[in-house]
């Protein structure tokens, strides 16, 4: 038997849900030409919504056109999961026709103005995100929400709502919920450099943006085969995605390690090696300098990517907190891989950790690394990154860093436990 109050709420919902039929109708004619990366555009329902009970948790699949920006929150009085997506066409799920899991009191969907999509979990007992994950297949740039939702106590309830209702980041970054470093795969978002209006570094007929779109190709494959990880590339093809754009897919993806792939060239031409850059004010070398300014210039030259939502997804996480916390393991995973990629006798730079001022690595809640896999202008390194069997190696050594560093995360918690 359904309660009138949410037979009630369903009938609005049933409102909603025609409303958003006609807006987003007529917002798709506007917006089919978008590129698939395109996060501005709207994302369509592209198979059914899985919905189910496992164990206490409850997980929901909805597989989506593209990644679009999610935030999620927690509202009490009825309880409620809230997802607000920017922005997806509902036609394709019939929230009626879902069968709901012991959890699960209903689920609602329509549009919450502003270009948001909102989808609303009524639930029978106090709940909180494990997982909130836009999970994006680099081959099609088709898209999955993972959504884990977990068992809490009211109090660690009315605890989220409080921080939800305050605007505080917590609503932003519910993966530090979930289960910790190394009991469940390990994210790894791999951010080949470049791409589209930018191609980078130019050599003999080669580009960074092709080059590093390859061994993101071939790095993601290496660590999915492990199991051991999940990977979302930012790009799957030749096109341009701003700074933003990127650090936003490693948002979206609940990123535990974001690696910026690039292969650059620099003028002086006496660089050469693997070189581990990671976030500082200050750059550690005239040329490491040079380089963060010529990536954060080239960013300023394209467009094409509307990152409307992005402000509020990506201001509410610059915290010093979070910076001091992630500073000591983002050098740590610098280190690990380093010491990877040595022991594979791959070659390195005579100074292989730097610190720069690049933008696309001030994502303070998660370890960021630009990883020159080499240097274009170095014609030894060019010839590496052109061979399939020294890419293998490399892919290989840096998924050895990789797990070394998750090994080393998950000693170092459990021991600040006991
Ligand atoms: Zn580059």
């Known amino acids: 038997m359904r309660h009138p109050a949410i037979a009630g709420a369903f009938r609005i919902a049933l409102m909603a849900l025609l409303l958003a039929v006609l807006v987003t109708t007529a917002l798709i004619a506007t917006t089919r030409e978008a590129a698939a990366q395109d996060l501005g555009a709207i994302a369509r329902i592209t198979g059914p919504a899985t919905l189910r009970a496992e164990g206490e948790a409850l997980v929901l699949d909805l597989p989506l056109t593209q990644p679009v920006p999610v935030r999620a929150r927690l509202l009490d009085a009825p309880l409620r999961a809230v997802l607000d997506f920017r922005q997806i066409d509902w036609t394709g799920l019939d929230a009626a026709a879902l069968t709901l899991p012991a959890p ?19 639930l029978a007992q106090p709940m909180d995100f494990a997982t909130v994950a836009m999970l994006t297949d680099p081959a099609s740039g088709a898209a999955r929400l993972r959504l884990r939702l977990v068992p809490v106590s009211a109090e660690a309830f009315a605890a989220r709502v409080q ?68 990977v979302v590339l930012t790009r799957g093809d030749d096109s341009f995605v701003s700074l933003e754009a990127r650090i936003l897919v490693a948002r979206q993806a609940g990123a535990d390690v974001f690696l910026s792939l690039h292969a650059d060239a620099l003028p002086d031409g006496g660089a050469s090696g693997a070189t581990l850059y990671t976030l500082a004010d200050e750059a550690s070398e005239a040329a490491a300098a040079a380089l963060a300014e010529r990536h954060d210039r080239a960013d300023l030259l394209g467009g094409g990517v509307d990152l ?31 010491g990877a990629i040595t022991a594979e006798g791959l070659a390195t730079h005579r100074r292989p950790r730097q610190e720069a001022a690049f933008s696309v690595l001030k994502t303070p809640d998660i370890p960021s690394i630009l990883l020159e896999v ?45």
């Not at 209903?106 to 999509?117: E, T």
């Not at 916390?325 to 983002?330: K, L, M, S, V």
């Open 104 to 122: 699960l009191a209903a689920v609602r969907l329509g549009q919450a103005g502003g270009g948001w999509s909102r989808m609303v979990l009524e």
């Open 163 to 230: 921080a939800g209702a305050d605007g505080a980041p917590a609503t932003l970054s519910p993966l530090t919920q979930g289960p910790a470093l190394g009991m469940r795969p390990t994210v790894v978002v791999l951010d080949p450099g470049h791409g589209g209006v930018d191609p980078g570094a130019e050599r003999e007929g080669l580009r960074e943006a092709d080059l590093m779109l390859t061994f993101a190709r071939e790095l993601a494959e290496t660590l999915r085969r492990s199991g051991a990880f999940e």
């Open 308 to 338: 409307s939502g992005a402000d509020d997804v990506v201001a509410g996480v610059l915290m010093d907190i979070a910076r001091t916390e992630t500073r000591p393991a983002t050098d740590r995973l610098a280190d690990a891989l380093l």
């Open 374 to 418: 080499g240097f274009m202008s170095s014609p030894r390194d060019l010839a590496n990154l052109r061979d399939p069997a020294w890419r293998a190696g490399m892919a290989q050594a840096l998924m050895n860093g990789l797990l070394a560093w998750v090994d080393d995360e998950a000693q170092r918690r459990a021991m600040r436990r006991h």
